[in-house]
């Protein structure tokens, strides 16, 4: 059983959660950038299994086994066998099939979730790739045309077959990113500190996984940006000489040299996720205190949602229908 990459479509990996717990070591985090879309389809296909994501333009695949699969996150133009199909909604695949993920419509990156999931191995307990290390997902780097993945197969893979849910699509319109005061916010003047709140920053083409290059009001801090190298957590804004400030992401260094004047609240980084080169984003200073209580009401409400997944299912009609066609059609001898 497997699948084969047919175009790979833009910067597209394995991932899952992340590699927690191992910073300490020199191991980045990696993980989906859209942890909350990530999880969603995990919820839908009932495994914590790995997921391609992809960004703007999604892979093309051939199917050369059935599976059932469902996709996540921002929105895309998506077709199986040229035919539209919705996302956010477990469908049925059959050896043979093609499903292509075309450019994106709102957002920026979509997850791609398997009922027979992907079978790569774990590196430091993540499915994760980090490209710059070279290590997890497949390979150690983004899929390329004719990548040949092998899925695992499980008996009840069909069985959540047109179970639905709901992605918060509200996070595709919010310019607004809330951040805490970083640990060096005192080597900035009061009108930088201001400034970065006060104007918008554009989130320039020179970005990625690591971090989004923000372009703006420059803040530079009022001697020199070097500090002595110290772990840096993920959403920190550091600011290099150029005061151009810098958010770090999923797949940052463990450790950084430059001044941080702020760091981007986690209850944030899934609306980080679904911006696209050219977005603008506007800061909103809040306390520890502040975020910590936001992060926990919204982590509350997604864990509500995907409880009700399973106590309260609601089901995509036609893939259910679509299905019982085929079974009636086996019956038949057609």
């Known amino acids: 059983m497997s699948i084969k990459i047919l175009k790979p479509g833009l910067f597209s990996t394995v991932q899952d959660k992340g590699r927690v717990g191992y910073q300490d070591q020199g191991f980045s985090s990696a993980g989906a950038l859209d942890n909350y879309a990530l999880r969603l389809g995990q919820a839908l296909v009932n495994h914590e299994g790995p997921a391609i994501e992809y960004t703007i333009v ?60 992907l079978n790569v191995p774990k590196v430091a307990d993540s499915y994760a790739t980090h490209t710059r290390s070279q290590i997890g997902g ?41 951040i805490v005061e ?35 009001e420059n803040i530079p801090p009022e001697n020199s940006a070097d500090i002595i190298s110290e772990p840096v ?50 800061f909103k200073w809040i306390t520890v205190e502040q975020a910590l209580a936001q992060l926990k009401e919204k982590e509350h409400q997604f864990l509500n949602e995907l409880t009700n997944i399973d106590q309260k299912p609601i089901y995509d009609l036609k893939q259910l229908r679509r299905t019982a066609s085929r079974i009636k059609n086996l019956l038949k001898g057609e």
């Open 58 to 117: 999604g892979p093309t695949i051939e199917f050369l086994a059935d599976n059932a699969i469902v996709m996540t996150g921002g929105h895309f133009n998506i077709t199986l066998n040229n035919d539209n199909v919705d996302q956010n909604t477990v469908i049925k695949v059959k050896k043979g099939d093609i499903l292509s993920i075309g450019q994106v419509l709102k957002g920026a990156r979509g997850y791609l979730n398997f009922a027979n999931q």
């Open 138 to 178: 497949y390979r150690g780097r983004t899929l390329k045309k004719d990548d040949v993945i092998v899925t695992q197969r499980t008996n009840n893979y069909t069985t959540r077959i047109g179970l639905s849910a709901n992605y918060n699509e509200n996070i595709f319109d919010q310019q607004v990113i809330h």
């Open 233 to 282: 957590a993920l959403g920190s804004i550091q600011v290099p000489n150029d005061g151009n400030p810098i958010i770090l992401l999923n797949d940052k260094q463990t450790v950084g040299g430059y001044t941080k004047i702020a760091t981007v609240c986690a209850m944030d980084l899934q609306i980080l996720a679904q911006k696209q080169p050219g977005s603008e984003i506007q």
């Open 182 to 216: 970083g640990p060096q916010i005192n080597a900035f003047s009061q009108n930088a500190i201001n400034t970065l709140t006060s104007t918008a920053f554009k989130i320039s083409e020179q970005s990625d996984r690591m971090g989004y290059r923000l372009q703006g």
